[in-house]
């Protein structure tokens, strides 16, 4: 008689659903637990919508983030279409620049910005850095390479034929503007620009280092300052409520313009181009590169010069370096275990597929602090304050990296399970064996890669360690920051240099890695 | 019409060298296996590639140094012969003049080369809510209204059915009489060459191995090349 095995699933694979249902548990358990303490109380008296410090709060933060985002796109537009229609030595290695202040931890190219704009650094008294301008400045370092990098991205899709075709039809460079880049850039610019925008509204290291007071602080730092030094969980709450309306607003409108996570590109394909070559365009994009380039590389040059100046490595160096490790290698394998079931399941139903990328977006959507508020609610109610710090830490930059790690992984098993689900279910190979013997050999690179963008995110982050850390327990970003605290700016480079470099090596690591094919 | 002197063109691990002499108002299809450097060959005619040595004369005129635009070309490629975001009269249009700004004449002349191709009652819609054949219909139109003497086409017919291909060459070979046009049209399909060229060349490893008139051509297959890459197939 004939046996249908188990659920029925596209393949005719048979998979239990315990593994899948644990990891989405496990993400509905940190979330919800992070979201109804910070609901509840909020509800009950944190939230009062007239308040004018949260009103105060609220203007600024979006304020700054509106500024942040328009300068970026302003910026990224010239460089981005000049690097698309020059060919030049270096254009590659420009480009793989500008992946780099966004892999940066915030923490370095925050000291970056000191040491160039500060009161003593090389361009002083140019802008006012502590304050809004000193925000939007770094700001605009970190997303204006993204901009350009996401807009060069869809300058390069244009198809070669539309080149030629506006070459035989005589178009000037004006009209291959206006007929060709514009319309193939202004689709894809309200994405890019809500993601800035959802970057910019979520930011903390920035504005905690630059923000000067209550004058010029966002909410995601007000949550922080109200749990941490005035101790008001109530008001933390009401803050978190506003701030996890705006950021689910924000993801919402991306994801409903198919706003992507910046892809790791290549840009290797480049078609002939015909045009801009008058000796003006070239004048332009040459000036456009230019401006571009001394917008971002003056702060990691100053960080790494002045670091490379004053290096110790002293015992608190030393501590917090295998602390930041340690955390980066804890985070990374829960934030993985969370995805392998979660990718396995929705690469074979759509059910599951729809409900993981729900679970992940959710992730998100919850911005850091929201989820320190909540969790710092529930523990201080049941006062099981015993809950190791280190074991937050690792809990938060899980769910940070869970975006990463899953929309590095999901693809990836979805084409294992599309190629091998037949074969292996007509040779009977299935459990552990299919594991060690076909998916890890076949998806190594792939779970290489998002293991070390999850090590990455932890290891830059200063916001769960500034939430949860204690004196006693420190990584190399909350270093840096009491280092600058205390006004040791040298040695406060010394130890970016450290975490820069170590941040470098996974991302070129993470880049060859998930590059190199056999 | 066309005429093409020992041009030489490396692409990638290829050396090309192709020598061609195309007679006014003749029909050439150009068939060959992939690679063999048949679209190659349409471009350095239209000069978005440029020749290392040789020479290119099209009506007597040398291309040496004239930039794409001033050839006395069109072309229609296999797809994205449109722009996405322009409707289909614009499209058109766009031959006449890139920023749009026609005149009464002009708007004439694009309405009547629309419907030449049967497209006037769908002008206004955009590219993506036309099927294939329109799209290509469009490229088609724009040629008229730029109306130069020399029509290239690299596989312009290859995603359609062969029912809508004949369509299309028909409608091709009228074109082609009323505007006196001399036309070469790489092709993947040698029934597309019976059917409508005057004349099949056949290219392979950079070279032109051989052009004559089309019934010649395919009742010869010369050089044996021809007959290894035709193999038994038969009109």
């Known amino acids: 008689m004939a046996q249908r095995h188990g659920e029925m699933t596209g393949f005719g694979v048979r998979q239990s659903p315990a593994p899948s249902l644990v990891a989405l548990t496990v993400i509905a358990g940190l979330i919800i637990s992070g979201f109804l303490p910070v609901l509840f109380i909020g509800m009950k008296g944190g939230l009062v919508l007239g308040d004018r410090y949260l009103l105060h709060v609220a203007g600024f933060t979006l304020l700054q983030a509106g500024l942040s985002t328009v300068l970026s796109l302003i910026a990224a537009l010239p460089v981005a279409r000049a690097l698309a229609r020059r060919r030049f030595p270096g254009r590659g290695t420009i480009i793989r620049l500008l992946a780099l202040p966004l892999a940066l931890p915030a923490i370095v190219a925050v000291l970056g910005i000191v040491e160039i704009y500060g009161n003593r650094g090389w361009f002083a008294g140019v802008f006012d850095i502590y304050g809004l301008q000193g925000i939007v400045l770094a700001h605009v370092f970190f997303n204006f390479p993204l901009a350009a990098r996401m807009i060069l991205s869809r300058l390069v899709a244009i198809p070669p034929e539309s080149w030629r075709l506006s070459a035989q039809l005589g178009f000037r460079d004006r009209d291959v503007w206006r007929r060709i880049e514009w319309p193939q850039i202004s689709a894809g610019l309200p994405a890019i620009a809500i993601l800035i925008f959802l970057l910019c509204t979520a930011s903390f290291t920035v504005v905690l280092t630059l923000g000067g007071g209550p004058g010029a602080t966002t909410i995601e730092v007000a949550i922080y300052q109200a749990l941490r030094l005035d101790f008001d969980p109530a008001r933390a709450a009401g803050l978190a409520l506003v701030q996890l309306a705006i950021c689910s607003i924000l993801v919402f409108l991306s994801l409903r313009l198919g706003g992507n996570m910046p892809a790791w590109q290549s840009f290797r394909m480049v078609s002939m181009r015909y045009d801009g070559i008058s000796r003006l365009a070239r004048f332009g994009d040459f000036l456009a590169i230019i401006m571009g380039l001394s917008i971002f590389i003056p702060p990691i040059a100053a960080v790494v010069l002045s670091g490379v100046a004053h290096l110790e490595v002293g015992a608190d160096v030393a501590v917090a370096t295998i602390a930041s490790l340690a955390i980066g290698v804890c985070s990374a394998t829960l934030s993985l275990l969370i995805c392998w079931p979660l990718a396995q399941a929705a690469a074979r139903r759509r059910a599951w597929s729809r409900l993981s990328s729900l679970a992940v977006v959710a992730g998100l959507i919850m911005p850091p602090a929201v989820l320190a508020t909540g969790w710092f609610l529930l523990l201080n109610r049941f006062s099981v304050f015993s809950v190791p710090a280190p074991l937050l830490v690792i809990a938060m930059s899980a769910v940070m990296a869970l975006p990463f790690v899953y929309t590095a992984l999901a693809a990836a098993v979805a084409d294992s399970a599309r190629q091998h689900d037949r074969l292996c279910a007509s040779l009977g190979i299935s459990g552990v064996v299919r594991f060690l013997r076909i998916d890890l050999p076949y998806l190594r690179r792939p779970l290489g890669f998002s293991f070390l963008m999850a090590a990455i995110v932890s290891l830059g982050d200063l916001t769960a360690i500034t939430l949860f850390g204690s004196q006693g327990f420190t990584t190399l970003p909350a270093l840096i920051y009491r280092q600058m605290g205390s006004y040791r700016m040298e040695t406060a480079a010394g130890t970016a240099l450290i975490l820069a470099l170590l941040t470098l090596a996974l991302v070129m690591l993470a880049g060859r890695w998930s590059a190199r094919n056999d | ?235």
């Open chain 2, 1 to 235: 019409m066309i005429s093409l002197d020992n041009v030489a063109f490396d692409y990638e691990d290829m050396a090309m060298r192709f020598s061609l002499e195309v007679p006014k108002e003749a029909f050439v299809a150009i068939i060959g296996p992939s690679g063999a450097g048949k679209s190659t060959l349409l471009s350095l005619i239209a000069g978005f590639d440029i020749p290392l040595s040789g020479s290119i004369l099209i009506g007597g005129r040398d291309m040496a140094g004239v930039p794409p635009s001033a050839r006395p070309v069109s072309m229609i490629f296999q797809d994205n012969n449109v722009f996405a975001h322009l409707d289909l009269r614009q499209n058109v249009a766009i031959g006449l003049l890139p920023s749009l700004k026609l005149t009464a004449a002009e708007n004439g002349e694009t309405d009547d080369a629309m419907r030449r191709v049967g497209l006037y009652e769908l002008r206004y819609r955009k590219p993506g809510e036309v099927s294939g054949g329109e799209r290509q219909r469009v490229a088609i139109a724009r040629a008229l209204v730029r109306d130069k003497p020399v029509l290239l086409l690299d596989e312009p017919f290859a995603a359609l059915g062969p029912s809508l291909r004949r369509d299309m060459l028909d409608l091709l070979r009228e074109v082609q009489k009323d505007k006196q046009l001399t036309i070469l049209m790489v092709s993947h399909q040698p029934e597309d060459a019976r059917y409508a060229a005057s004349h099949t060349a056949f290219v392979e490893q950079g070279r032109i191995l051989a052009m004559s008139p089309t019934e010649e051509f395919f009742q010869t297959k010369n050089p044996p090349e021809l007959r290894d890459y035709l193999g038994d197939w038969r009109s």
